[in-house]
């Protein structure tokens, strides 16, 4: 998933539900600004990136981390490790996007995403910026993945 996290061609958008994502109020806790999640904090080999770049209208809706290009997909890789130890599970996403999911104690799901991205209108060279933006998808995401799967008919077959 995560493997081919830089392609050449990146583009990346979030979902219209994470650009729902609220962010913090100045009385919260530093550790994650910008609608970012608690659990995800700067690891070794990451800068904090408050503007995220300014790519992709990111500012003040993602918490982001950057490093240079040729280390972003280990940094990324040590993310999911990070966000595993806390009980975050990858559920999904592609090249440059990972989607995770965490179970709630009263049930349903929280939900984060975790973007790759830098700035395509320059060469991709290993020491550019590369980025990593994390954003909380707003409400109980398993809930809305329920939804969306139609039940069986009676007498298919399952697959």
């Known amino acids: 998933m995560i493997r081919t996290l830089l392609a050449a ?10 650009a729902q994502a609220q ?47 040729g280390q972003i997909g280990a940094l990324a890789d040590a993310y999911i490790a990070d966000l595993e130890t806390k009980n975050w599970l990858a559920a999904g996403g592609d090249d440059n996007r990972v989607v995770f999911i965490k179970r709630r104690e ?12 830098y700035d395509t209108t320059k060469t991709a060279v290993a020491e550019l910026p590369g980025y990593l933006g994390f954003a909380t998808i707003p409400g109980d995401v398993c809930a809305a993945a329920a939804a969306a799967t139609p039940p069986a008919a009676a007498g298919s077959p399952q697959q």
């Open 106 to 117: 009263a049930g349903g799901c929280d939900g984060l995403q975790m973007v790759a991205f």
């Open 23 to 69: 962010t913090p109020s100045p009385t919260q806790a530093p550790a994650a600004p910008q609608g970012g999640p608690a659990d995800v904090g700067l690891l070794p080999g990451a800068e904090l990136s408050p503007d995220c770049g300014g790519l992709n209208n990111l500012t003040g809706r993602a918490y982001c981390v950057t490093a240079q290009l």
């Open 9 to 18: 061609t990146a583009v990346l958008s979030l979902s219209a539900a994470v």
